[in-house]
């Protein structure tokens, strides 16, 4: 049997009897804080598509300095993770770590196929400044599914590395969706402190939130419906986890406060100012590569960004596209190129 297939092998991973219990007594979060806005950062890149350091600094800095903003998030599919080595990705999450060191916390995704390069690539971003883990379902669950017992031993794997844990919730018609039981037993974990919920089914979405508040009400939860943002964040959540935060976290933190303060007015205006943005971005549809490329447009034209380069195979968007994308950042009153 591979090694990345120990995950299958019976009580892998699983925990002793009455080791949670020890574990609640002793777990403390690293992360005080999970309640407001997190944006994923995108990833600069130079010409000959590096890792372009400085420009990641610079919008590391710039997003710690806007308001609302609680920490911010490393290697997520906004930050083109797909195309990153594990030693750039542990490099991503040292440079935006060293750069918001003693302001605010960073979380760094985990993508990874099985137990061993999970728990290594976990222990990278903790030895590059990470607070906290993003835990990504893996592949191949996509393709084969996955069983009850293979998340909470995947989850109880990463936790011995100390960090605390995000459970990343993929949408519901992907075979690697959590069920409401699943999601249930992984606010009881002691070591995993929020969920970041994208559904894209409604029904699912607020059973879910349920489910969670009733296994455990401290446990935060955080939509990641970048492209309906209002009607994802009325549903009693503590605030958002997207990466449209990288490009426009000032209207995503405003819309926010508007829903805690239950000014549905003033929610549906700021929506109105977004909504044109999600449509260039996203194209009416879920984030995707090429929309992660028309979102580092727009983040160009927006003064954001000083390239909007991306990584092949990913493609940049067409001019027709460049088009939408002006006008929407222009009738948002954010056009600065």
């Known amino acids: 049997m591979s090694a990345d297939n120990l995950h299958l092998l019976p009580g892998a991973g699983r925990r002793a009897p009455g080791l949670t219990e020890q574990l609640e007594e002793t777990c403390v979060p690293m992360i005080s804080n999970y309640k407001g806005i997190i944006p994923a950062i995108a990833c600069p890149f130079t010409p000959d598509h590096k890792i372009d350091e400085p420009a990641l600094r610079r919008h590391a800095a710039w997003l710690g300095s806007q308001p609302g903003i609680v920490a911010v998030m490393t290697n997520g599919h906004t930050g083109e993770v797909f195309s990153l080595l594990p030693r750039e990705r542990a490099e991503v999450t040292r440079i ?20 061993l390069d999970a728990k290594e690539q976990a222990q990278m ?26 998340v909470m031993q995947y989850f109880d794997n990463l ?8 459970a990343h919730v993929y949408p519901a018609w992907t075979r690697a969706s959590y069920s409401t039981a699943v999601m249930a037993d992984l606010a009881r974990l002691p070591y995993l402190q929020a969920f970041k919920v994208g559904q894209r089914d409604m029904n699912k ?6 489910a969670i508040r009733d296994a455990d009400p401290t446990k935060a939860i955080l939509t990641c419906h970048d492209e309906y943002l209002l009607a994802s964040m009325v549903q009693g959540v503590d605030g958002a986890l997207v990466g449209f935060a990288t490009f426009i976290p000032g209207l995503i933190n405003d819309l926010w406060e508007a829903v805690k303060a239950g000014d549905l007015k003033r ?38 960004l000083d390239a909007p380069t991306v990584r092949p195979p990913t493609e940049a968007p067409d001019e027709q596209e460049i088009a939408r994308l002006r006008a929407a950042v222009a009738n948002a009153g954010l056009l600065k190129r």
């Open 96 to 115: 935006v770590a060293s750069e918001l060191e003693g302001r605010i916390p960073v979380i760094s995704s985990v993508v990874c196929e099985g137990l």
């Open 159 to 166: 936790s011995t590395v100390g960090l605390d844990l995000v």
């Open 125 to 150: 971003a903790c030895d590059a400044g990470a607070k906290g883990l993003d835990v990504m379902p893996p592949h191949h669950w996509l393709r084969f599914g996955l069983r009850h017992d293979h």
């Open 205 to 210: 979405y607020a059973a879910d939130i349920l």
């Open 267 to 304: 929610a549906m205006q700021v929506q109105a100012l977004i909504t044109p943005l999600k449509d260039a971005v996203y194209g009416g549809g879920e984030p995707t590569g090429e929309a992660h490329a028309r979102m580092k447009m727009g983040m160009y034209l927006a003064g954001v």
